[in-house]
């Protein structure tokens, strides 16, 4: 592991590290969240707390919204940009150190859309967004029946299974595997590299867990080396093919779109189908609606999303000098919006704790967040949602948790991973094509 990678975490990692842990044992709810020693399993008691204290929380690190209203404005300000770790409070050298290493293209740094703004996000977005219009999403619908189907298929009728392994995680890597034009037997390998890198959209992760991120982008870097330069010789019709005819981003570009639609196409919708799995057994009565009325499934999955949102946090940095609701930031503040904490705003959603499939404003949501950085797949995960559940509960009407299922130890996003099902006697009647 190159030196300068140490001075990496330790400026963007270890430093919020310390500040978290140390407030976390002295009490402090923010830093608890955020992930003090070990993170927790039930985030929603200390949102509501810290939702009781301010609408613009000061926190030891940064603002923190968990207002809808507001956490909507914030998204849609033109005032403020994406956050990039430089946005803390860390001292300078580390901070010059650290922008001396810089990473193999990936996620969590520029040129992804996750983190530049307009013209750059602009530029970046736009060859990619005509792969997730309402038309090309519509026709993935075949592909989606027909994998979740096969899934599904290799399920034990009456045995068990890890749900998440087995199949929630599944489905949606089979399709950004598709749409990137990449090889049905390298999904593993994404698998793999995804688990080991989505924790760096946390703050204060261990130097270990950035470490194995890090050896992560490395191969994966000479995997998409190797994959643009055969698609370069033997295009297919897929998006990454189309990405490199084009000739508008250059390799760099290329490879951090690609391993960012690889995160964003897979983890929205593991967590949501894992999510949604948990909360209707939780629910009988709701799954007993769905059985009954199969035309609020959509619904059912937006009251999912809006509940347990897969991505509980983003973050936005003041652009400028400027004040927010009685508030004066400067610029370079940061200030965490908690999706989460939006999505159970009271004042926007009745009884928010409660999950109703036929709640009729649970689309306003912000789990895709909003503005500019509104997910481009927000349309492709929801479609795969509706699927994925309707077809697992309609295959194994009497699916059970056999034990109890074990989250992910992150912050920002929020899901299982793994999940022990009994999974009872198979019906097999194949779901319409209708959702």
């Known amino acids: 592991m190159k030196p300068q990678y140490w001075f990496r975490w330790l400026s963007q990692q270890g430093a919020p590290r310390f500040v978290l ?16 020693p070990g993170g927790i399993d039930d985030p929603y008691p200390l949102i509501e707390e810290l939702r009781g204290r301010d609408r613009l929380l000061r926190t030891s690190l940064s603002w923190a919204v968990f207002d809808h209203e507001l956490s909507r404005a914030i998204l849609r300000d033109s005032r403020f940009g994406v956050r990039t770790p430089e946005s803390f409070d ?24 996750l983190v530049i703004d307009p013209p750059q996000h602009t530029a970046m977005r736009k060859p990619v967004a005509s792969a997730f219009t309402p038309r090309a999403v519509a026709k993935l619908r075949e592909r989606v029946e027909t994998v979740t189907e096969e899934l599904l298929d290799a399920l034990p009728s009456d045995g068990s299974a890890d749900l998440v392994s087995a199949f ?30 989505t924790p760096l959209l946390d703050v204060g992760i261990s130097w270990r867990t950035h470490r194995r991120a890090l050896e992560s982008m490395e191969v994966m870097n000479e995997y998409l080396d190797a994959h643009i330069a055969r698609l370069r010789r033997n295009p297919g019709d897929d998006i990454m093919s189309a990405l490199v005819s084009a000739g508008e981003l250059d390799d760099y570009a290329l490879k951090a779109t690609a391993s960012l639609l690889m995160g964003a196409g897979f983890e929205t919708t593991v967590n949501l189908i894992g999510n949604g799995v948990v909360q209707l057994l939780a629910n009988p009565d709701q799954l007993d609606r769905l059985r009954a009325e199969p035309e609020l499934w959509p619904n059912a999955v937006e009251e999912v999303l809006r509940i347990d949102s897969p991505v509980q946090t983003t973050a936005r940095t003041a652009l400028e000098d ?37 709640r009729a404003n649970a689309k306003e949501h912000l789990s895709f967040s909003n503005g500019i950085h509104v997910c481009l797949g927000a349309s492709l995960a929801r479609m795969e ?37 009994r999974l009872g006697r198979a019906a097999h009647a194949k779901q319409p094509s209708s959702v």
């Open 21 to 36: 842990r140390t407030q976390a044992r002295r009490g402090d709810p923010f830093a608890v969240l955020m992930g003090g």
């Open 90 to 113: 860390v001292p300078k050298p580390l901070r010059m150190l650290a922008q001396r290493s810089p990473l193999p293209p990936n996620p969590v740094e520029p040129p992804s859309m």
């Open 168 to 197: 929630a995680a599944q489905v949606p890597i089979a399709i950004i595997s598709e749409m990137l034009g990449f090889p049905d037997e390298d999904r593993d390998l994404f698998l793999g590299w995804g688990d080991r890198m």
């Open 322 to 358: 400027l004040e927010l609701d009685g508030e004066r930031l400067r610029r370079g503040h940061t200030v965490v919006l908690s999706l989460a904490g939006a999505n159970r705003d009271p004042k926007v959603f009745a009884d928010p704790d409660r999950f109703d499939v036929t």
């Open 385 to 421: 949602g509706v699927y994925a559940l309707r077809a697992l509960f309609e295959r194994f009407p009497d699916l059970a948790l056999e034990g109890t299922p074990r989250r992910r130890r992150l912050f920002t996003l929020h899901g299982y991973e793994h999940m022990p099902v």
